[in-house]
Antibody
Framework: VQLQESGPGLVKPSETLSLKCSVS????????WTWIRQSPGKGLEWIGY???????TYNPSVRGRATISVDTSKNDFSLKLSSVTAADTAVYFC??????????????WGQGALVTVSS | EIVLTQSPGTLSLSPGEGATLSCRAS???????LAWYQQRPGQAPRLLIY???SRATGIPDRFSGSGSGTEFTLTITRLEPDDFAVYYC????????FGGGTKVDIK
């Protein structure tokens, strides 16, 4: 399965960051579809995931600002992060979390999309 | 929240040497849900080890994982040029967390 992020690379402070992850080569059903970010020169931070189209779980650090949704008809899922600040500048990765069987973990990743928050 | 602390922060080694990376959890982690990743510069992370000790598909046997409870280890034998990268441990009890990473660089 291949994942590809898309969306604006520049967002103004206080606005909403929107990214989409297109999934090809496999169904979007049955896995946890996840957003992870990495601030410049820093480690990985889990933002949240969606499972079976409507069950979402978010990192407390972004809860209330993040919304993850899935479009099964288009085989993609999206992230919206509201009220962004410079601290939200990061490379955003979409990834598939496999929790059963072989290769449990984030077994597929997008290449990452750099989003800069600046006026 | 389970905090994962990785040590050392940086490991400087020569090709052909072995590496031992540590991941310590602030509370016990189900081994089934402990994974290790490799991230090369400019790339997305890649799954190396899942279930604390099982190699992911396509990962050479130079990479091995061990541990349980709060102490986990990633061992790399005979370092090759492509192995110089940053390594992260990760657990997926809720909330899901990553360790801060260990950079393996060339001495």
């Amino acid at each position: 399965v291949q994942l590809q992020e898309s969306g604006p690379g520049l967002v103004k402070p206080s606005e909403t960051l929107s990214l989409k992850c297109s999934v090809s080569g496999g169904s979007i059903s049955g896995y946890y579809w996840t957003w992870i970010r990495q601030s410049p020169g820093k480690g990985l931070e889990w933002i949240g995931y969606i499972y079976y189209g409507d069950t979402t779980t978010y990192n407390p650090s972004v809860r209330g600002r993040a919304t993850i949704s899935v479009d099964t008809s288009k085989n993609d899922f999206s992230l919206k992060l509201s009220s962004v600040t410079a601290a939200d500048t990061a490379v955003y990765f979409c990834a598939r979390l496999n929790v059963a069987g072989k290769d449990r973990g984030f077994d597929s990743w997008g290449q990452g999309a750099l989003v800069t928050v600046s006026s | 929240e389970i905090v994962l602390t990785q040590s050392p922060g940086t490991l400087s080694l020569s090709p052909g040497e072995g590496a031992t990376l540590s991941c310590r959890a602030s509370q016990s982690v189900d081994s089934n849900y402990l994974a290790w990743y490799q991230q090369r510069p400019g790339q997305a992370p890649r799954l190396l080890i899942y279930g604390a000790s099982s190699r992911a598909t396509g990962i050479p046997d130079r990479f091995s994982g061990s541990g349980s409870g709060t102490e986990f280890t990633l061992t790399i034998t005979r370092l090759e040029p492509d192995d110089f990268a940053v390594y992260y441990c990760q657990q997926y009890a809720s909330p899901l967390t990553f360790g801060g990473g260990t950079k393996v660089d060339i001495k």
